[in-house]
T-cell receptor, first 114, second 113 residues
């Protein structure tokens, strides 16, 4: 069966450290993978997208890697701040004859401690 | 632009009642979708629409109906609410189905007693 897993339900790190979140998938062949941020009581907000032919993508303090052989994406936040505390979701595209939809992982709740 | 708006923010229903969750977007997006979010399960696709007059089922469509009479609006109807439909519902839109970025509304929290 198809599945998307994110490394842990919750992750606590100290301010200033690098947070690394993992997204693993099975039985998909996505053309790209996305990462979203979700704050409590709010909808997800798009952060980054990485395509299957890209190894790495960066945006300010964020970095995403994508290994289609391992079927894994890593999401890094460098120099983390308490304001980075949120739930982070990975999503990948699932294609059929009519186009594509998005499939989401369960999310990892990140807490950055001052 | 208001983006994607959803009403109501919170609703309590009794088993068997019906209701409509409203979703509207002002970005002229063709693709709209409804998800439900449950603890530990991630977002699951209920129904989606690739344009006015065209809808299709997602992963978990049972118990829900949708229609798309205009580009802007995509209401989700619960025909006969069940406790299993207690969840947070999110509407999302993108320019078209091939567009990678989805914009989400703030969500509707639904409790079915």
């Amino acid at each position: 069966s198809q599945k998307i897993e994110q490394n842990s339900e919750a992750l606590n790190i100290q301010e200033g450290k690098t947070a690394t979140l993992t997204c693993n998938y099975t039985n998909y062949s996505p053309a790209y993978l996305q990462w979203y941020r979700q704050d409590p009581g709010r909808g997800p907000v798009f952060l980054l997208l990485i395509r299957e032919n890209e190894k790495e993508k960066r945006k300010e303090r964020l970095k995403v890697t994508f290994d289609t052989t391992l079927k894994q994406s890593l999401f890094h936040i460098t120099a983390s701040q308490p304001a980075d505390s949120a739930t982070y979701l990975c999503a990948l595209d699932e294609r059929d004859n009519y186009g594509q939809n998005f499939v989401f992982g369960p999310g990892t709740r990140l807490s950055v401690l001052p | 632009n208001a983006g994607v708006t959803q009403t109501p923010k919170f609703q309590v229903l009794k088993t068997g009642q019906s209701m409509t969750l409203q979703c509207a977007q002002d970005m002229n997006h063709e693709y709209m979708s409804w998800y439900r979010q449950d603890p530990g399960m991630g977002l699951r696709l209920i129904h989606y629409s690739v344009g006015a007059g065209i809808t299709d089922q997602g992963e978990v469509p049972n118990g829900y109906n949708v229609s798309r009479s205009t580009t802007e609006d995509f209401p989700l109807r619960l025909l006969s609410a069940a406790p299993s439909q207690t969840s947070v519902y999110f509407c999302a839109s993108s320019f078209d189905r091939g567009q990678e970025t989805q914009y989400f509304g703030p969500g509707t929290r639904l409790l079915v007693l």
